[in-house]
């Protein structure tokens, strides 16, 4: 079955960086554009980045632009967020998303808090 499982989260001062990895199981990884999302506490879903199949084309969410890096290692079959000078409002649970045959598929999130 298709697998996603972040790690990586934690607690963090503004300023501070973290990298977080998904690592995935279950399909060709290889074949698959890879997508991070996150949800802050009391909001929605907010789209982060997204690189494609091949480690190209990385893109990025204006709040997140110029901080964040999105990189991929097929043959690991993980996707990474390097995720440098974080803000309070970073803070969030980040999840990796792919959608696989037409379908979603998401990871249990890993949690990052951005505190002093």
């Known amino acids: 079955e298709v697998q996603l499982v972040e790690s990586g989260g934690g607690l963090v001062q503004p300023g501070g960086s973290l990298r977080l990895s998904c690592a995935a199981s279950?399909?060709?990884?290889?074949?698959?554009?890879m997508s991070w999302v996150r949800q802050a506490p009391g909001k929605g879903l907010e789209w982060v980045s997204r690189?494609?199949?091949?480690?190209?084309?990385?893109s990025y969410s204006e709040s997140v632009k110029g901080r964040f890096a999105i990189s991929r290692d097929n043959a690991k079959t993980t996707v990474f967020l390097q995720m440098n000078s974080l803000k309070p409002e970073d803070t969030a649970v980040y999840y990796c998303?792919?959608?696989?045959?037409?379908?979603?598929?998401w990871g249990k999130g890993t949690l990052v808090t951005v505190s002093s």
């Open positions: 279950g399909f060709t990884f290889s074949s698959y554009a």
């Open positions: 998303n792919s959608r696989i045959w037409g379908s979603e598929y």
């Open positions: 690189i494609n199949s091949g480690g190209a084309s990385p």
